[in-house]
C-alpha cells in the first residue's frame, strides 16, 4: 500500500471555500487503475492558517506515479492555479510505503 498527502495551508476565513473546490472537482480517480480511497482532511488552526491534507491510498507507488502521467491527472489538475489567494504558499507532497 502507498499514500500521497497534500499538506495545505489555508488562510482564515477561506477554509469553506477550499472545501468548495473540492467538492466540486473531478479527481477522475475512480477510473485509474491502482486507487483505492481518497480523503480530504481538515487539521488544526494556526495563527495564520488551517491545515488541510489529502490523502490518496493506492496499491503500489507505481500505480500512484503512473496517475501522475495520465490524462486523467492532467484533467483533475487543470484548473488548480485557480483561487490562489487563499493559499499560505503551494502544498507540500509527502508519500508514505506501508510497512507494518
Known sequence: ??????RFKIKHGH?????????GRDSHLKTVPGFK????????????YTLFSSHATWESREDFENWTKSEAF???HANAGA?????MGPPQLECFEAVI
Open 1 to 6: 500500500m502507498f499514500i500521497a498527502m497534500n
Open 15 to 23: 477554509e469553506q471555500d477550499f472545501i468548495e473546490i473540492w467538492k
Open 37 to 48: 480511497s481518497f480523503n480530504l482532511l481538515q487539521g488544526s488552526s494556526e495563527e495564520e
Open 74 to 76: 492532467r484533467k483533475a
Open 83 to 87: 483561487r490562489r489567494e487563499i493559499y
